[in-house]
């Protein structure tokens, strides 16, 4: 296992982007082949996080997809309103 968590990798990534880095929370739900991470912005910073047309967002789940796979997971994340 590494020393960064996936949960870590996305906090860190959410924080980057957003103007409230306080807001930011991320759950993981751990099952047995898939890893679910929830995250949860401020209101305002929600677009940030998502990006025009989902790019953003879809490259943080190609990150996770990518450090998930070393870890021989799967990942998924989900944006919580």
């Known amino acids: ?12 990534l959410a924080k980057a982007l957003v ?3 306080d807001q ?11 890893v679910v991470l929830e995250l949860r912005v401020a209101k305002g910073d929600l677009g940030k996080v998502i990006g025009k047309q989902g790019r953003t967002v879809k490259a943080m789940r190609s990150i996770l997809s990518a450090a ?9 994340l989900e944006i919580l309103e």
């Open 19 to 21: 103007d409230e880095p």
């Open 68 to 76: 998930s796979s070393k870890l021989r997971k799967r990942a998924d």
């Open 24 to 34: 930011v929370e991320v759950a993981e739900i751990a099952g047995e082949q898939t």
């Open 1 to 12: 296992m590494s020393s960064v968590s996936l949960k870590d990798l996305v906090e860190y």
